[in-house]
């Protein structure tokens, strides 16, 4: 029962969609309804509001270290459960018959929760990346690859498992974006509409 407690909590914090209850409230009206069709802050980004877009980006990663934080007090091993549902929770919300946003600044919040220098590398690979390329899914794509085996080599071995499938999920996620990458049709960061 606990164990489908801690899954249960991680999926309600990580199904609320902070990106498009801010946009609602700044009267930007349904950011579904352009760029990526997209609840996560590169889609927010798209309205022009940069504070919103790192508003969302917080908020977004916050679900998912709230989660671990919380789930771990209740016992070992709980927190990655958590975290794993906040993901989930994200991808799939009940409130929005299960769209939701692509995840990664979910997953980046279960992996500060989780791993301080693991967070770090992800950080360090997705801002390179975004440097040089201004595309936020190919950066997102490239660091989710380096945090299972960073973990792995860090000790995390349980982490590196839950991790590698969050991984797989957000590269499927993507999938769209990784056809636009190769067809040289995808928008760049900061891009309108």
Excluded at 32 to 59: E, F, M, P, Q
Excluded at 131 to 152: G, M
Aim: glycine share 14%; hydrophobic share 55%.
């Amino acid at each position: 029962m606990i164990l489908l407690a801690a899954l249960g909590f991680g999926y309600l914090l990580g199904s609320i969609p902070f990106g498009l209850l801010l946009t609602r409230m700044a009267g930007l009206g349904d950011v579904r309804a352009i760029g990526s069709g997209n609840i996560g802050a590169t889609n927010v980004l798209r309205t022009g509001n940069r504070k919103l877009a790192a508003a969302t980006l917080l908020l977004d990663a916050l679900k998912g270290t709230v989660a671990v934080v919380v789930a771990e007090q209740y016992g070992v091993g709980l927190g990655i459960l958590a975290g794993s549902g906040a993901f989930i929770g994200h991808l799939f919300p009940v409130w929005l018959g299960f769209k939701g946003g692509k995840g990664v600044a979910t997953y980046l919040g279960v992996l500060l929760a989780i791993s301080g220098i693991a967070s770090l590398v992800f950080a360090i690979i997705w801002t390179a990346t975004a440097f040089l390329t201004r595309y936020s899914s190919l950066s997102a794509l490239i660091a989710c690859v380096a945090v299972p085996i960073t973990l792995l080599l860090l000790g995390f071995g349980d982490a590196s498992i839950a991790f590698s499938l969050m991984s797989l999920i957000v590269f499927w996620k993507h999938r769209e974006n990784i056809k636009r990458l190769m067809a040289g049709t995808e928008s760049r960061i900061g891009a309108k509409g």
